[in-house]
């Protein structure tokens, strides 16, 4: 395989080596995620994108994502193995909002954090995500992203060509051949900050969001992606001249 023309702060592991053995051809080639994209793009946070991933200072995630988080991985545990033993004491999690997630549906032959990989030939990169859900039903599949937060404010925005990540990993598995049955977001609306007195709990009330797939759309964003790839490895190899200690 050439030489990468991008230098950036990451390169494929392949999972830390636990991804399919065809994506082994890959590894150490320059990598993105999409919150990565959308770290470097938003100018509010791209400080923090400097700070993490160039410098390698480790920073919180929040505590909206850290609930978030813990909303993920008690569903892939309770749809993987339908032992949820472990997610119960996940300390972010109230009783309510476990009872909640256990009503949610845990269809069969569904893959939980699915590894997704997209080689972007021309530059000699790699897109790298895990798809919170992908349900199999013989070769059509369902792809989801599962997300907490405001109905009335969010909503709006991941069923705009705003929110491109479940449209990105349905590209790749239209790739692979598989056919498109749908493409949306699980919404668990979210009440509360965090606060001792505003404590963060599920309402009960979800929402699936339509994110319509159109190729065209996602070459163009594709397309943009390269573009913001370019500039990230011109602003890091700039960096790295500047402070070799870190190469």
């Not at 590894?115 to 021309?122: A, G, L, Q, T």
């Not at 798809?131 to 405001?150: H, L, P, S, W």
Request: charged share 30%; glycine share 8%; hydrophobic share 30%.
């Amino acid at each position: 395989m050439a030489k990468s023309k991008i230098v950036l702060p990451r390169v494929f592991d392949n999972n830390e080596g636990k991804g399919k053995a065809e994506n082994d051809i890959y590894l150490g080639l320059p990598k993105i995620s999409y919150s990565q994209l959308g770290s470097w793009k938003d100018l509010k946070y791209r400080k923090d994108y400097f700070k993490k991933y160039f410098a390698g200072i480790s920073l919180p995630s929040g505590v909206f994502a850290e609930y978030g988080t813990a909303c993920g991985k008690f569903m892939e545990s309770f749809g993987e193995t339908r032992d949820i033993t472990k997610a119960e004491i996940l300390p972010m999690l109230s009783s309510s909002d476990i009872e909640i997630l256990k009503q949610i549906e845990y269809p069969e032959d569904s893959i939980y954090e699915e590894h997704i990989v997209i080689y972007r030939e021309d530059l000699g990169y790699i897109i790298e995500g895990f798809a919170d859900r992908i349900i199999y039903e013989g070769n059509d599949i369902i792809v989801e992203d599962f997300k907490t937060g405001n109905l009335t404010d969010k909503a709006g925005f991941y069923a705009s060509d705003d929110y491109m990540q479940t449209r990105l990993y349905a590209y790749r598995k239209l790739q692979q051949g598989y056919n498109l049955k749908d493409c949306r977001v699980l919404m668990l609306e979210r009440k509360g900050n965090g606060s001792e007195k505003h404590p963060m709990r599920l309402s009960g009330e979800t929402k699936y969001i339509p994110t319509p797939y159109d190729e065209k759309k996602v070459e163009e964003f594709l397309k943009g992606v390269d573009e913001t790839v370019k500039e990230i490895s011109e602003y890091y190899q700039t960096y790295l001249k500047l402070c070799p200690q870190h190469q």
